[in-house]
């Protein structure tokens, strides 16, 4: 039985991937002689041109200002506020503040021993 199973499913496979095989395909010389007819028809009876696009005054630029001469490239730089010896003193001074708060630290839970029955 188990014979007559594995001829019937193998001739299913054989069949199916024959009928794969030979299907129908377009024929590549019909496909070519369409094209070529679809672009003699394009240059016999060709499109108007566009009509160039008008822009859109929603997106007007009368803001921006072209300017002749390019600005400076940066600023000059100011002095700073404070020297770097009074910036190392503000980080001592940091230091020997009062602490504001302590945080409370955890410690691991401690496990009771279970006594034997």
Known sequence: MDL???SAGALVVVVSLAAVRHR???D???EHQRAIETLREIAEHPS???RPEQPDRRY???HIRFVAEAPPKR???RKPRRTAAQRRQTRTDSA???TVATLPSTQPPRLRAVPDD
Request: aromatic share 0%; glycine share 0%; proline share 19%.
């Open 48 to 50: 108007e041109a566009p």
């Open 75 to 77: 600023r000059p730089r």
């Open 60 to 62: 007007a630029t009368d």
């Open 24 to 26: 129908a395909r377009p």
């Open 96 to 98: 020997s503040r009062p």
């Open 28 to 30: 590549s010389i019909s």
């Open 4 to 6: 007559v199973l594995m």
